[in-house]
């Protein structure tokens, strides 16, 4: 069936550090791909999306490259801040319904 | 995904009693899906609804669980019998139309049983 294993967290950077949250996933065909964030007490905001193979998806300096050869769709940023403190979760559609890797947990240090 | 709309936010039940979780979709969306959240845990989904339909219910437990989209008012995941292991974020979802990427999710219910 499909699956997503994200990379292990908690994760703790200092501010302007460069950031890779790895995620690979195993699937029939090739499904869209999400990563979604979740904020302390909140829902999950859609982060960014990639719907084929070689899609960029891109958002608030976060990317993340949907690469087939390698079933991955690591994230991305290339300074992060103390307000990009929060959950991320990778993501892939099908039939119909997500299913989500386990989350990383992001904290910046200022 | 201020859009979906959920409430109760935060619901207390003892073990027994019933929990019914309200989700009002996105204006224009016909697609509802409903997810758990364990502690420190990812999402796993539940049941996918559309009006008057359940669509896949794959991931629902067999017994005490249900739900059900009307053709009017909001959806409604009901858990009977509540037990300590219910205890849980639920998260609802919506999309539209036919080609459904992106499901934009509401704040969930926090259930807690005591």
């Known amino acids: 069936g499909n699956s997503v294993t994200q990379m292990e967290g908690p994760v703790t950077l200092s501010e302007e550090a460069f950031l890779t949250i790895n995620c690979t996933y195993t699937a029939t065909g090739y499904p869209s791909l999400f990563w979604y964030v979740q904020y302390p007490g909140e829902g999950l905001q859609l982060l960014l999306k990639?719907?084929?193979?070689?899609d960029k998806g891109s958002n608030k300096g976060f990317e993340a490259t949907y690469r087939k050869e390698t079933t991955s769709f690591h994230l991305e940023k290339g300074s992060v801040q103390v307000s990009d403190s929060a959950v991320y979760f990778c993501a892939l559609m099908g039939a119909q319904k997500l299913v989500f890797g386990q989350g990383t947990r992001l904290t910046i240090n200022p | 995904n201020a859009g979906v709309m959920q409430n109760p936010r935060h619901l207390v039940r003892r073990r027994g009693q019933e929990a019914r979780l309200r989700c009002s979709p996105m204006?224009?969306?016909?697609?509802v899906y409903w997810y758990r959240q364990l502690p420190e845990e990812g999402l796993k989904f539940m049941v996918y609804?559309?009006?008057?339909?359940?669509?896949?219910e794959s991931g629902m437990p067999k017994e005490r669980f249900s739900a059900e989209f009307p053709k009017e008012g909001p959806s409604i995941l009901r858990i009977q019998q509540v037990v300590r292991g219910d205890s849980a974020a639920y998260f609802c979802?919506?999309?539209?139309?036919?080609?459904?990427?992106?499901?934009?999710f509401g704040a969930g219910t926090r259930l807690s049983v005591l």
């Open positions: 979802a919506s999309s539209w139309g036919e080609t459904v990427h992106i499901q934009y």
């Open positions: 204006k224009g969306h016909s697609h």
């Open positions: 990639a719907t084929k193979a070689d």
């Open positions: 609804l559309q009006k008057e339909n359940i669509i896949d």
